[in-house]
């Protein structure tokens, strides 16, 4: 009986806290949910696509993230093909990574009172749903790159390799995080000629466990074209976004600053973390930070939160005096918290009572279940949706010229041409003008929508233009709750809605 109660005390802070933090997470983001972004639907656009149907690569554009969206094709089709699903699985992600953070940062710390420090950083920097596998993903390498440097093995190694892989086709840029970063810290671990092998041994098998989707590539569209039209898209990307960002300086700087930091610390190894566990997570950050922060850094930050909350920990743990890191991080954990109270407040929650939580837990089901505008980006598109959803048949599909990903989502309607939106810049190459073309051709299309107007999509794609002007499409400007639209439609069509959409 003793011993059972020496291992439960010794499970409580592996178990218990990690348990506490997801679900206090999980329901602080249930509670305080909004409006999706129009982002969020990049990636869901395609989940119901293949609920529709088709299939990626040979139907559509796969744009570097097929577990994401096949994730999320899963939900939709055992809990149904409504947002409440999917927020589901992106809280649940969300939730298991700030789990994650405390467990990792409570060891490299540790402190528990840093840990949840580090927990309620990351929470208040609210990442977004739709970014949760971006966090979590590169955390779980950690936790595993860490039990590999604690006893190396084969069959640690090889947990590593399959992770590798999972994390390159949730998003083929979290491959170039995880990888190298193992290289590094293999080569840290080994003797030099061991270290080669053992590398050459990870990187076959992550290859294993990527094979079957590659095989699929080649049969789907080609691998060459594949990897050539990713090359594009990520140099028009290049093209669009800005690397220096023009606010919010400071936070860029600190972050950017947090990883070599910790390298440069690394070599003061202690009992809770050695120099080849520093190496990998700050390498890693130092590729997501480098890669990710650009643009606007108060909605890039959020995306590398993780790491960085786990490495802070660590410096804190070692270089602030221990009679300070107790108050100290008492302190900043106080702070952040009421900074994430002030923003529940400024939505009205106010101090909930337990019975204003159970029924905002049921509102916010509500809302992502019948999809109401409370949830969606655009509300002004609204009259627009419900004609596609009530009034164009079903095996129909939305054309949609501009970012507006959460048309065809919302509409329940397939998405033409192979893109659930097109944003002028992007799919332009004559490789890719002729597959959306070909994809169009075989198509029923019920309505294109011109978010930023006709010209616009008849100077970025010409072919398709041509295709729906082949099929007695004309312009026509619907004025929308707020806000007009441009849309190309069938002449009869337009013959009786000139102006707004015609009722059912």
């Keep these: 009986?003793?011993?059972?109660?020496?291992?439960?005390?010794?499970?409580?802070?592996?178990?218990?806290?990690?348990?506490?933090?997801?679900?206090?997470?999980?329901?602080?983001?249930?509670?305080?949910?909004?409006a999706l972004e129009n982002d969020h639907f990049v990636a869901l656009a395609r989940a119901h696509q293949i609920l529709h149907g088709d299939w990626p690569i040979r139907d559509f554009a796969d744009p570097g993230q097929p577990l994401t969206y096949l994730v999320s094709a899963g939900a939709a089709w055992l809990l149904g093909p409504t947002l409440r699903s999917d927020?589901?699985?992106?809280?649940?992600?969300?939730?298991?990574?700030?789990?994650?953070?405390?467990?990792?940062?409570?060891r490299a710390s540790g402190s528990l009172l840093i840990a949840a420090a580090a927990v309620a950083v990351e929470v208040a920097a609210e990442p977004r749903l739709y970014n949760a596998g971006k966090i979590l993903i590169p955390l779980v390498a950690v936790a595993l790159a860490w039990r590999y440097a604690d006893g190396p093995s084969p069959a640690r190694l090889t947990a590593l390799a399959a992770w590798t892989a999972i994390a390159g086709l949730w998003r083929h840029d979290l491959l170039v995080y995880?990888?190298?970063?193992?290289?590094?810290?293999?080569?840290?671990?080994?003797?030099?000629?061991?270290?080669?092998?053992?590398?050459?041994?990870?990187?076959?098998?992550?290859?294993?466990?990527?094979?079957?989707?590659?095989?699929?590539?080649?049969?789907?569209?080609?691998?060459?074209?594949?990897?050539?039209?990713?090359?594009?898209?990520?140099?028009?990307?290049?093209?669009?976004?800005?690397?220096?960002?023009?606010?919010g300086r400071m936070a860029f700087l600190a972050t950017m600053a947090i990883p070599p930091l910790a390298?440069?610390?690394?070599?003061?190894?202690?009992?809770?973390?050695?120099?080849?566990?520093?190496?990998?997570?700050?390498?890693?950050?130092?590729?997501?930070?480098?890669?990710?922060?650009?643009?606007?850094?108060?909605?890039?930050?959020?995306?590398?939160?993780?790491?960085?909350?786990?490495?802070?920990?660590?410096?804190?743990?070692?270089?602030?005096?221990?009679?300070?890191?107790?108050?100290?991080?008492?302190?900043?954990?106080?702070?952040?918290?009421?900074?994430?109270?002030?923003?529940?407040?400024?939505?009205?929650?106010?101090?909930?009572?337990?019975?204003?939580?159970?029924?905002?837990?049921?509102?916010?089901?509500?809302m992502l279940q019948q999809e109401t505008p409370k949830g969606m980006p655009n509300r002004q598109r609204l009259p627009l949706i419900r004609y596609l959803a009530s009034c164009t048949p079903a095996a129909s599909r939305v054309l949609v010229s501009g970012f507006g990903p959460e048309i065809p989502v919302l509409a329940r309607r397939a998405f033409a041409g192979g893109l659930p939106s097109w944003i002028p810049g992007y799919h332009t190459h004559p490789r890719d003008l002729d597959r959306a073309a070909s994809r169009l051709a075989g198509e029923s299309v019920s309505i294109a929508v011109m978010l930023e107007g006709s010209d616009v999509f008849v100077d970025e794609w010409p072919p398709l233009a041509a295709d729906l002007r082949a099929r007695g499409f004309v312009e026509r400007t619907w004025h929308l709750d707020g806000s007009d639209v441009v849309v190309w439609i069938p002449e009869e069509l337009a013959a009786r809605a000139p102006s707004a959409p015609p009722p059912c």
């Design 1 to 34: 009986m003793s011993e059972l109660r020496l291992n439960a005390r010794r499970l409580a802070p592996v178990i218990g806290w990690p348990l506490l933090i997801f679900v206090a997470v999980w329901a602080y983001r249930w509670l305080s949910m909004g």
């Design 87 to 106: 927020v589901i699985v992106a809280i649940t992600l969300l939730s298991l990574a700030a789990s994650l953070t405390f467990s990792l940062a409570a």
């Design 178 to 247: 995880v990888a190298p970063s193992t290289i590094a810290m293999v080569a840290i671990v080994h003797e030099r000629r061991h270290a080669v092998r053992l590398a050459a041994i990870y990187l076959a098998l992550t290859l294993a466990f990527l094979l079957p989707w590659l095989i699929y590539v080649q049969w789907a569209g080609g691998i060459d074209e594949y990897f050539a039209a990713a090359v594009r898209f990520a140099a028009t990307e290049s093209r669009r976004t800005v690397l220096w960002p023009a606010e």
């Design 263 to 366: 390298v440069a610390l690394g070599r003061r190894a202690n009992e809770r973390l050695s120099h080849p566990h520093v190496v990998f997570a700050a390498s890693m950050a130092i590729v997501a930070n480098v890669v990710l922060l650009r643009d606007v850094i108060a909605t890039r930050l959020p995306d590398v939160i993780g790491l960085t909350a786990v490495l802070a920990a660590w410096i804190a743990g070692l270089t602030i005096p221990a009679r300070v890191r107790l108050p100290g991080a008492a302190v900043a954990l106080v702070i952040v918290v009421a900074l994430i109270g002030e923003r529940l407040a400024a939505q009205g929650y106010g101090v909930p009572t337990p019975l204003q939580v159970v029924q905002r837990f049921a509102d916010v089901s509500t």
